[in-house]
C-alpha cells in the first residue's frame, strides 16, 4: 500500500502534520486529510504539490480569517 507524508508549510518553515494519508480532499480553503486508520484532520491550506515517487503531500497554509 502506497501511503504518504503531509507537510505543511507557513511561517517560513515546514513541518510534518501527518503520515500515512491515503486520502486528501480540497475543500473551499481547506484540505480534509484521512489516515489508514480513519483519523481525519483539516486544515486551513492548500495544497501546493503531491509527489507520488516520494509519497509526500506538501500544503501551504493560508492566513486566518477575520
Given amino acids: 500500500m502506497c501511503e504518504a507524508t503531509a507537510f505543511l508549510v507557513g511561517g517560513g518553515h515546514e513541518r510534518k502534520i501527518m503520515e500515512n494519508v491515503v486520502t486528501v480532499h480540497p475543500e473551499e480553503g481547506q484540505v480534509l486529510l484521512a ?27 493560508l492566513p486566518a480569517e477575520g
Fill in 35 to 61: 489516515d489508514l486508520l480513519g483519523e481525519q484532520k483539516v486544515v486551513r491550506a492548500r495544497v501546493r504539490d503531491v509527489d507520488l515517487v516520494r509519497l509526500r503531500i506538501t500544503l501551504e497554509e
